[in-house]
């Protein structure tokens, strides 16, 4: 595959990232440290995009079959991304109203009808963000394997993911320098200009990428739930499933509360914990520049289980820095923690790349979406709910985040011993058998 459309590709990839930077990075931390409003509740609004994640199986077969005006996956992309940046734009105002504050949040509304019309136009914000996220993932990461081929996905998803963590980390740094000092007008301003930039990459990187015309995939047409068989009738699919749920959980369930633990335990400000995210991200960019050598070196099984220990690692270091109250300690756990996730996160997508077949691609890229998609949901949930009860049954402000940074560390642990057992071999010589029967007996019919 030509390396510009590898690098248009990846501006896809960015763009799509880049909408939950400001969400993930600081809207989370304003919204529990600044606004006062529950773990518990953020965590539901920020979980709900994922209540959408079985769409990705769907959305991922249907695209394999039905293309839109010439295109199998451009015009399903081209959707998600506009509900991406429609439903970004909209949160900081929802986060705003449910405080009982005006829409541009400077002044004071006060009463209840305002807190439940946040609620309201949070469910719409984040629900749209979550049905374009679903729509575009799947259908970026399916035409990212239709055009590298297996031969060319180990560098395809390298350069994407590279891509992606420098462009989380530049949005990242804009978004902390337009908040210092942070004021309700800026944050709405460094919303609405990154959400702009989104669009502008998203579609400069997809519009003329994927070619015209490219015919439905032949065979039987299976409807979902011959899809779904297909899928959970093979013991390595349903191992990758729950291997992916938990280590995702690990992973990201600590996206919603790192800031604001830095904000409660050490009173850090909004645009230093905005900083976070940049720093995180560069270390995940240096492992990605050293895992696919790593890769070559040792396999793809391997390395998923070596940056799976060094990110268990950066995780006990955020413990330890929460139960000794030690802030010089945190900034070199995430940088271990970024480095560990970035190595697990490059080998386990080439790993998820290697776990499809021709002709089932966007069924499989959707069912693994899923997955990721549960675990955003659980680890979100999770950490905002057990955050919340810990805090109110013990003393200091550190052992609601401390309890939940054990849990993913537990978590990862369990992950590493699912991953000794998952085979693509297994998995392809399984998918392929159960698919011949399915496609048998969709010929013969109801007997």
């Known amino acids: ?81 506009l509900l991406c940046v429609a439903g970004a734009a909209l949160a900081p105002t929802a986060a705003f109203l449910m405080a009982g504050l005006g829409r541009d949040g400077a002044g004071a509304g006060g009463h209840g009808g305002t807190a439940l019309r946040g609620l309201l136009v949070g469910l719409l914000a984040f629900g749209a963000w979550g049905m374009g996220f679903n729509f575009a993932t799947v259908a970026y990461l399916s035409l990212a394997t239709d055009l ?17 963590i420098a462009g989380v980390i530049v949005t990242a740094v804009a978004v902390a320098r ?29 519009i003329g990428l994927e070619p015209r015309g490219a015919p439905a995939r032949t065979g039987v ?14 013991r390595q699919a349903r ?50 520049l050293l895992t696919s050598p790593l890769i070559r070196r040792v396999g793809k099984l391997r390395a998923a289980a070596i940056g799976g220990v060094i990110a268990g690692t950066g995780l006990l270091l955020i413990v330890l820095s929460g139960l000794l109250h030690a802030q010089a300690l945190l900034m070199p756990a995430l940088v271990v923690f970024g480095f560990g996730s970035g190595i697990s996160t490059a080998a386990n997508i080439t790993l998820m790349l290697d776990m499809t077949l021709a002709g089932q691609v966007g069924a499989f890229i959707g069912a693994w979406g899923m997955a990721d998609a549960l675990a955003r949901l659980l ?9 919340d009860a810990v805090q109110r049954l013990a003393h200091g402000a550190a052992a ?19 991953l000794r057992r998952i085979s693509v071999a297994g998995f392809r010589s399984s998918s392929a058998t159960a698919i011949e029967l399915l496609t048998v007996a969709e010929q013969l019919g109801p007997s």
């Open 1 to 81: 595959m030509p390396f510009r459309n590898i690098l248009r590709l990846g501006l896809i990839h960015v763009a799509v990232a880049i909408t939950l930077v400001p969400i993930n990075g600081t809207l989370n931390r304003i919204m529990i440290s600044e606004l006062k409003l529950a773990a518990t509740l953020v965590a539901a609004l920020i979980s709900l995009p994922y209540l959408f994640s079985p769409l990705q199986i769907w959305i991922g077969g249907y695209s394999d079959r039905h293309p839109l005006w010439g295109y199998r996956r451009t015009p399903y992309i081209a959707l998600g991304l």
């Open 148 to 164: 590298a081929g297996e031969e060319h996905r180990a560098r395809t998803v390298g350069i994407m993911w590279f891509m992606l």
């Open 178 to 206: 337009s908040l210092a000092p942070y004021t309700p007008a800026a944050l709405l301003r460094a919303f609405y200009a990154t959400c702009g930039a989104a669009a502008l990459l998203g579609f400069g990187g997809l």
């Open 221 to 234: 047409r299976q409807p979902f739930a011959a899809l779904l068989r297909a899928i959970t009738g093979n």
């Open 239 to 288: 191992l990758f499933f729950v291997y992916l749920i938990v280590l995702l959980v690990a992973l990201l369930g600590q996206d919603l509360l790192l800031e604001p633990f830095a904000a409660d335990v050490f009173g850090v400000p909004v645009d230093q914990t905005t900083r976070y995210t940049a720093i995180y991200g560069t270390a995940l960019l240096a492992a990605l």
């Open 379 to 387: 680890g979100n949930l999770l950490s905002g709910a057990v955050r």
């Open 400 to 418: 609601g985040y401390v309890v939940v940074f054990l849990i993913e560390t537990l978590a990862l642990a369990i992950s590493l011993l699912l």
